[in-house]
């Protein structure tokens, strides 16, 4: 007596599929799971605007401090920083760059006839004790266009680059912004509070 075996279409589809898909996942998962593994972290520098440097009140030519003597009030109220680790994995040394660009904005005050505004700010690198390794000052000229009262804008980004040889890594320093006060600047933020 002869038995015969009656086979459904669908069963013997979904039978061969898992069999398919089984050896496919068996053969590629150690080569998927190089593609999409993850990057190396990279180390940065973390990056602060520094207190009592984030605004800047400029009072026209004089000894008036009284809010019709203000040229213009300025806040550092953002920055963009970008960090590349351009280290070698073998051997640890080479270089983590920043580029950071400045985000401000700028009120024009009473006393301020012409609509021109120039101001300095700084980037200083520090080391994980806090010693400043470089500080570099850079300028802004601004026109407040027609009868414009406000302006947020963007500085054009600046490249820093922090050499870094092991045990050393981007994380060990810190980068500071702010404006670049004169004493008496420095003097009015701190009675504002």
Do not use: W
């Amino acid at each position: 007596m002869t038995k015969s075996v009656l086979c459904r279409p669908g069963v013997l589809l979904s039978v061969l599929s898992a069999l398919v898909l089984s050896a496919c996942e068996s053969s590629y998962v150690s080569d998927i799971s190089d593609i999409f593994s993850d990057p190396p972290a990279v180390s940065c520098p973390s990056v602060s605007i520094l207190a009592n440097a984030e605004r800047l009140t400029l009072f026209k030519e004089g000894d008036g401090r009284d809010i019709i003597d203000i040229r213009a009030e300025v806040l550092i109220d953002d920055f963009i920083a970008k960090c590349y680790n351009e280290v070698d994995s073998t051997t640890g040394i080479g270089q983590v760059r920043v580029d950071l660009s400045l985000g401000y904005t700028a009120s024009r005050g009473p006393a301020n006839q012409d609509g021109t505004l120039g101001l300095s700010y700084f980037i200083s690198i520090l080391d994980k004790n806090k010693t400043v390794l470089s500080k570099s000052i850079f300028h802004i000229e601004t026109v407040f266009d027609g009868n414009r009262y406000r302006i947020t804008n963007y500085d054009e980004p600046v490249n820093l680059f922090i050499p870094v040889t092991p045990p050393q890594r981007g994380s060990d320093y810190l980068i500071y912004i702010g404006f670049q006060l004169t004493a008496d600047q420095l003097k009015y933020n701190q009675l504002r509070g």
